[in-house]
């Protein structure tokens, strides 16, 4: 059962993201530019406001349940080198869904590294019926992460509207199904399964992120994050986290990933130390684009000995 949040299905090609809803799908052929954020705020839609009255009652139940956290990990939360190493072998290295037949299907599959070479650029852009408030709120939470992700990677990670690659759109209900045109600019090689299902998203699917390798190298030169307008603070916050992390080459879940958002159990909603340190081994410069697991290993295994201070 896909948590209530990033749902395998859109995480599909890629990997997933963030609480049972997300996904990340992958994609080849280069984007093109940003689609200016419209300049007047419209009512919000029936449909929408219902939504978001759902997803304030899902924050709610999980919040009560202690899952949701954002503390980033602590003396509950110890992991080894040894664990340190296989999750990112884990998350790095493989996918959970594969477009078979024209399908999206949950069947995970290896992979080769991925890592950005260029310079991330994130755009920002609103659907016409998100408040200006929730739209500041944003602003604000992304460009932090983006600091804090250039810090940990030391990759530039910037908030820019100057030839944005990673462009984030942050829509309501019916915006969202009106993006396809805009999705085939963005990402011309988008297959028809993965497009239908992100203009169709199912209620638990939070939010979504695609990446394109338009040189088939395994360094990606376009990303596109849907979230979900109609999310409650806390879980708008830990879409953005899981999506733009993911977005930058952490395609996989894995289920022993502890303390993570690169699980889908909701423990944590927000970015961990755990994960700061699977970025930054994945922006290390001992690893290459399109390694494979097995060529990798030995090298993630030094990493990590040296990150947690103790032998694999």
């Not at 037949?101 to 991925?114: H, K």
């Not at 939010?207 to 999310?231: L, M």
Request: a neutral charge; proline letters at 8%.
């Amino acid at each position: 059962m896909p948590r209530p949040g990033r749902s395998p299905a859109i995480r599909a090609l890629a990997a997933a993201s963030l609480l049972g809803g997300c996904v990340d799908l992958v994609s080849t052929g280069p984007g093109t530019g940003p689609m200016p954020p419209p300049d007047a705020v419209t009512p919000m839609s029936a449909e929408s406001e219902a939504l978001a009255r759902y997803y304030n009652s899902v924050q709610r139940g999980l919040l009560t349940r202690g899952l949701l956290r954002t503390d980033g990990g602590g003396t509950d939360t110890p992991f080894s080198s040894r664990d340190l190493a296989q999750n990112f072998l884990r998350i790095a290295f493989f996918q959970e869904y594969q477009d078979v037949g024209g399908r999206l299907v949950a069947r995970e599959n290896a992979s080769r590294l991925q890592r950005w070479t260029k310079p991330v650029r994130l755009s920002i852009d609103f659907g016409s019926s998100v408040p200006i408030e929730v739209r500041e709120r944003d602003r604000q939470q992304i460009a932090r992460f983006a600091a804090r992700l250039t810090r940990v990677t030391g990759h530039p990670v910037t908030v820019s509207d100057t030839a944005p690659n990673f462009h984030v759109l942050v829509v309501n209900e019916p915006e969202r199904r009106a993006l396809a045109p805009r999705l085939r600019r963005l990402v011309p090689g988008i297959s028809n399964a993965s497009l239908a299902h992100m203009i169709n998203l199912p209620r638990d699917t939070y939010c979504a992120v695609f990446t394109t390798d338009g040189g088939n190298n395994s360094t990606p030169d376009t990303a596109v994050a849907v979230i979900r307008g109609e999310h409650p603070s806390l879980l708008r916050t830990a879409c953005l986290h899981e999506e733009i992390a993911q977005g930058l080459g952490l395609p996989n879940d894995s289920p022993r990933a502890r303390p993570s958002i690169f699980n889908d159990d909701e423990e944590f909603g927000l970015l961990t130390t755990h994960d700061e340190l699977l970025l930054q081994m994945l922006y290390d410069r001992r690893l290459r684009p399109g390694m494979t697991e097995e060529e990798a290993r030995p090298i993630v295994n030094q990493i990590a000995a040296e990150l947690t201070g103790s032998a694999v």
